[in-house]
């Protein structure tokens, strides 16, 4: 029967279980509380992958995700991605933070540096053991990748679970996005850094002049276009972004990021771009998230990944808490409230997992590495609703409190 079946059928099996189980799980399980779809998604995939199903089955893994199912999840995959990460770099408000700037800069400047430092540190103890630097890793990348990881704020995911926890349009939730967004920047600034390849360079500056020199005439023709005739533009901005980006050897996802930070929101009708954001994660998305738990390994020993896991987030969680506790000292927060700001900025997933699948991608890390770097993603994302909604509770004029 197997060999009967064609690659269409195989792929479509394989569809079947992306978008059937999770949501399974999820619906009946009853989850959201502890782990939002799209986490259960990235768990499923982490199952479905070659440590667990493929060892245990590894017949039925080999049929079902062969190189050419893989090949054809991956390509929508990718796509998926490029949208979603473009459309946080149109959501990007730098006005909002500019009108509060102190704020803003000490917030998300200790917020990303005491993790990026606790990480750092916790990668040089890692790099001590055999298996887990990549192979086209220098020592610093490999350290300051897995420090970033260990720092970084998954903005869109951000967004959902302060929706959930309904202080989205709350101030202490648009204070948050500010300091996130400011994060955000700073991610991809430095794995831009991280990718930068001397025998490229060349072609790396001159995509950057390029890119400047091309963009003020987009922006010119953006401006003078229809906002129905905007949507294709910025599809075609995409692409073109990530395939530039990715020729000079920068990764087709900080030319979608780029893409999107030089537009402005006010350009699209927010619902629709809302919409769009919404449909990518439903339709998209999960492929996405499961193909990245596809990508786990556990050759180095699952016990030896779960350690690092660990001390992983360990680094995270305390390096946000004790970043937003330092900033809430200088610019004295009431009770409770850097407590509150330190775990939400910790949520980490879809960014995350972006910035580490690129690191992968790039032979940063290995897949041990990338695997201990995702289950610390995904215990790090289930702590946040978790801990923070009875802190809301306990300190609710918070939520009331102005920016």
Same mark, same amino acid.
């Given at each position: 029967?197997?060999?009967?079946?064609?690659?269409?059928?195989?792929?479509?099996?394989?569809?079947?279980?992306?978008?059937?189980?999770?949501?399974?799980?999820?619906?009946?399980?009853?989850?959201?509380?502890?782990?939002?779809?799209?986490?259960?998604?990235?768990?499923?995939?982490?199952?479905? /992958?070659?440590?667990?199903?493929?060892?245990?089955?590894?017949?039925?893994?080999?049929?079902?995700?062969?190189?050419?199912?893989?090949?054809?999840?991956?390509?929508?995959?990718?796509?998926?991605?490029?949208?979603?990460?473009?459309?946080?770099?149109?959501?990007?408000?730098?006005?909002?933070?500019?009108?509060?700037?102190?704020?803003?800069?000490?917030?998300?400047?200790?917020?990303?540096?005491?993790?990026?430092?606790?990480?750092?540190?916790?990668?040089?103890?890692?790099? /001590?053991?055999?298996?887990?630097? /990549?192979?086209?890793?220098?020592?610093?990348?490999?350290?300051?990748?897995? /420090?970033?990881?260990?720092?970084?704020?998954?903005?869109?995911?951000?967004?959902?679970?302060?929706?959930?926890?309904?202080?989205?349009?709350?101030?202490?939730?648009?204070?948050?996005?500010?300091?996130?967004?400011?994060?955000?920047?700073?991610?991809?600034?430095?794995?831009?850094?991280?990718?930068?390849?001397?025998?490229?360079?060349?072609?790396?500056?001159?995509?950057?002049?390029?890119?400047?020199?091309?963009?003020?005439?987009?922006?010119?023709?953006?401006?003078?276009?229809?906002?129905?005739?905007?949507?294709?533009?910025?599809?075609?901005?995409?692409?073109?972004?990530?395939?530039?980006?990715?020729?000079?050897?920068?990764?087709?996802?900080?030319?979608?990021?780029?893409?999107?930070?030089?537009?402005?929101?006010?350009?699209?009708?927010?619902?629709?771009?809302?919409?769009?954001?919404?449909?990518?994660?439903?339709?998209?998305?999960?492929?996405?998230?499961?193909?990245?738990?596809?990508?786990?390994?556990?050759?180095?020993?699952?016990?030896?990944?779960?350690?690092?896991?660990?001390?992983?987030?360990?680094?995270?969680?305390?390096?946000?808490?004790?970043?937003?506790?330092?900033?809430?000292?200088?610019?004295?927060?009431?009770?409770?409230?850097?407590?509150?700001?330190?775990?939400?900025?910790?949520?980490?997933?879809?960014?995350?997992?972006?910035?580490?699948?690129?690191?992968?991608?790039?032979?940063?890390?290995?897949?041990?590495?990338?695997?201990?770097?995702?289950?610390?993603?995904?215990?790090?994302?289930?702590?946040?609703?978790?801990?923070?909604?009875?802190?809301?509770?306990?300190?609710?004029?918070?939520?009331?409190?102005?920016?």
């Amino acid at each position: 029967m197997h060999s009967a079946m064609g690659t269409t059928e195989i792929f479509l099996i394989a569809m079947l279980v992306i978008f059937t189980l999770p949501y399974l799980i999820w619906r009946i399980g009853k989850t959201d509380y502890w782990a939002p779809l799209v986490v259960v998604q990235i768990i499923t995939g982490v199952l479905l /992958g070659p440590g667990i199903l493929g060892r245990a089955y590894p017949d039925y893994y080999a049929f079902v995700f062969n190189p050419q199912v893989m090949g054809a999840l991956n390509g929508i995959a990718w796509w998926a991605v490029m949208i979603f990460v473009m459309i946080a770099g149109i959501e990007l408000d730098l006005k909002k933070a500019w009108e509060h700037r102190r704020e803003s800069t000490i917030t998300a400047t200790l917020a990303l540096g005491v993790p990026l430092l606790f990480g750092c540190v916790a990668a040089f103890g890692i790099l /001590g053991y055999a298996g887990w630097k /990549g192979a086209n890793a220098h020592s610093w990348q490999f350290v300051l990748g897995v /420090g970033m990881a260990c720092a970084v704020t998954a903005l869109p995911i951000l967004i959902l679970l302060m929706e959930k926890l309904e202080i989205l349009r709350e101030p202490i939730g648009q204070r948050v996005l500010r300091y996130a967004s400011l994060d955000d920047i700073a991610v991809w600034g430095v794995l831009a850094l991280i990718l930068l390849d001397w025998e490229r360079v060349g072609r790396q500056l001159g995509f950057i002049l390029l890119f400047g020199v091309v963009t003020f005439g987009y922006r010119r023709l953006m401006v003078w276009l229809e906002e129905r005739d905007r949507w294709f533009a910025a599809l075609v901005w995409l692409a073109a972004c990530g395939l530039a980006a990715d020729w000079a050897g920068l990764h087709f996802m900080v030319g979608a990021f780029l893409a999107g930070a030089v537009m402005d929101a006010h350009w699209f009708d927010q619902k629709k771009l809302d919409l769009l954001r919404q449909h990518v994660l439903l339709t998209m998305m999960p492929v996405y998230f499961l193909s990245t738990g596809l990508r786990t390994n556990w050759a180095v020993g699952g016990t030896a990944v779960f350690v690092a896991a660990a001390v992983l987030l360990v680094a995270s969680v305390s390096g946000k808490l004790v970043g937003t506790h330092l900033a809430g000292r200088i610019l004295g927060w009431g009770k409770g409230e850097a407590s509150i700001i330190g775990w939400l900025l910790q949520t980490k997933a879809l960014i995350m997992i972006i910035f580490v699948n690129i690191l992968l991608d790039k032979g940063i890390v290995t897949n041990e590495t990338f695997t201990a770097l995702l289950l610390m993603a995904i215990a790090s994302t289930m702590l946040t609703v978790p801990v923070v909604y009875p802190k809301l509770q306990r300190v609710a004029a918070l939520v009331f409190k102005s920016s």
